[in-house]
């Protein structure tokens, strides 16, 4: 059973920048596609990204591409989400994800297809 556990959250002036890391643990991680997702106050959780297995293919939500990037660190078990230019619609909580093993090329932004979570890290962008 994988366990996802998110951190680097926190408060930041519009304009600035941070970077979440989860850190995964109890199976191997490499062949998971991995999501980043997030949950803004009184809404429903959206996908932010996600990568497959080998970083060969991301996928980003129209309202970040340009400013969040997805990363991974297999040898690590690791996943990042570096996030540049938050707006104050970014706050929320930002949950990682893990899709198990598979031999799909691609990713999706859609949370019911992801079977493991993290407990979510809060992010609030507020002068």
């Known amino acids: 059973q994988l366990q996802l556990v998110e951190s680097g959250g926190g408060l930041v002036q519009p304009g600035g920048s941070l970077r979440l890391s989860c850190v995964a643990s109890g199976d191997t991680f490499d062949g998971y596609t991995l999501g980043w997702f997030r949950q803004a106050p009184g809404k429903g959780r959206e996908g932010v990204s996600c990568?497959?297995?080998?970083?060969?293919?991301?996928k980003y939500d129209d309202s970040v591409k340009g400013r969040f990037t997805i990363s991974r660190d297999n040898g690590n078990s690791a996943i990042f989400l570096q996030m540049n230019n938050l707006t104050p619609e970014d706050t929320g909580i930002y949950y990682c994800?893990?899709?198990?093993?598979?031999?799909?090329?691609?990713?999706?932004?859609?949370?019911?297809?992801?079977?493991?979570w993290g407990q979510g890290v809060q992010v609030t962008v507020s002068s």
């Open positions: 990568m497959i297995h080998g970083g060969t293919f991301t």
């Open positions: 994800a893990a899709r198990r093993p598979s031999t799909r090329t691609y990713c999706t932004l859609f949370e019911t297809r992801y079977e493991y």
